[in-house]
């Protein structure tokens, strides 16, 4: 017992991200109280409402960051009828599980811990064992069960799970538990950089989206200020070293005043070899196949760059703002830039960069930056922003 409680607290204190990998698998394993309230058949017998400890065990796989799917093994114990018999409670089901609230998706939490609020719909059969074969009305083995949860995530590996359900007019529940994650297809490893001539971020405001920096890390180490080694002329072997002016360097990104051109960098940022953000722009590269979600494989090595910037910087945050055309409904252009925004949300993700970094907006196309009635302007206002956060 002594070891299993060590190993449940190494996970708990083990680092990492909160956000589940969307093909996860996990086991979880509670304990809680079973209201069961068995009812004979025979006229002139009351139920009694009984309390027992309940145990349940199961297995589940997270299909999405919306939901998951689970077969579990509830043992409920026993109820007494008024005959003096007892009946045992037992059930297997199948359940699914969707998520209605979870702070990762409105970076409400920092750090590790994510909470999530969710319902459940299972499907399962019930085994009541009944002394001397007493007949009870609520006969029917298979069930529907609905029920709502909560779930705790201390990091990618564990959390805590509590939640409640109802099976049949005879049986509810409610337990608590731990649960443990496992496998995924998240990227431990940093990214590799595009090649140079590769553009990542466009920065340029005109309606072709002409113009793009190329892929770099900022220049400078980020220290407060930076030496560079004083004019001189000719000097004999032999001589004093050349004297050093030490250059300012006030917003500490790394880049000297006399050639930073944006002079209130935000602290933990990228910047470009100007000072200015580097998160902050369009993201050339990206592209979608027209009308869908469906990310060309083009701009994987792109969003590859993007991850490993935020993965080298893990105090930055961004912002994603989705933008479409208008050739088709306002509602079905609020529906492919959210579908956008998952796909993408997603893919960092597995990428290794927490879910709480990301803010993502939709707008449809309501803010074109070209006229929608030729085929380049329509691949301009297809685009997807990067903003710092």
């Known amino acids: 017992m002594k070891k299993l409680c060590t190993f449940v607290a190494a996970l708990l204190l083990l680092p990492g991200s909160a956000s589940a990998f969307d093909d996860q698998w996990y086991l979880g394993l509670g304990g809680g109280v079973a209201f069961l309230s068995p009812e004979p058949e025979a006229s002139g017998f009351d139920s009694l409402l009984s309390e027992n400890a309940a145990v349940k065990v199961y297995i589940g ?60 719909f299972g499907l399962g059969f019930l085994q009541r064992d009944v002394e001397q074969n007493i007949a009870l009305e609520n006969a029917s083995n298979v069930y529907f069960s609905p029920g709502f949860g909560a779930e705790l995530l201390f990091n990618r590996w564990a959390g805590l799970r509590a939640e409640g359900s ?36 466009d920065t340029s405001t005109d309606e072709a989206g002409a113009g793009s920096i190329e892929s770099s890390t900022p220049a400078g180490d980020g220290n407060s200020a930076t030496t560079l080694p004083a004019e001189s002329g000719n ?48 993201l050339s590269g ?41 050739n088709r409904s306002a509602r079905d252009q609020a529906i492919l830039t959210r579908a956008r925004l998952r796909t993408l949300g997603t893919y960092l993700v597995r990428r290794g960069v927490s879910a709480n970094r990301l803010v993502l907006r939709s707008f449809g196309g309501s803010k074109p930056v070209a006229a929608n009635d030729t085929a380049a302007g329509r691949a301009a206002n297809n685009r997807i922003e990067v903003l710092e956060r």
């Open 61 to 120: 796989r997270d299909i999405s960051r919306e939901s998951s799917v689970q077969l579990e093994y509830s043992n409920f114990g026993e109820a007494p009828i008024v005959t003096g018999q007892m009946v045992t409670y037992q059930a297997a089901e199948g359940a699914i599980i969707y998520r209605i609230f979870d702070t990762r998706d409105r970076a409400l939490t920092p750090g590790n811990l994510s909470f999530r609020l969710y319902g459940r």
């Open 166 to 201: 109802y099976l049949d007019l005879d049986v509810w529940q409610a337990n608590i538990g731990v649960v443990f994650r496992f496998g995924g297809t998240g990227a431990t490893a940093r990214p590799s950089t595009p090649p140079p001539s590769t553009p990542v971020f």
């Open 286 to 326: 990206v592209r979608f196949a027209p009308g869908t979600a469906d990310l060309m494989p083009s701009s994987f090595a792109q969003l590859n760059y993007l991850a490993g910037l935020l993965m080298e910087y893990p105090e930055a945050g961004i912002r994603l703002l989705a933008h479409t055309d208008t």
């Open 235 to 282: 000097q004999s072997q032999g001589a004093a070293e050349p004297q050093r002016t030490t250059v300012a360097d006030l917003d500490n990104d790394g880049v000297p005043d006399n050639l930073d051109q944006c002079n209130d960098s935000r602290s933990g940022y990228p910047v470009q070899e100007n000072g200015c953000s580097l998160l902050n722009g369009v």
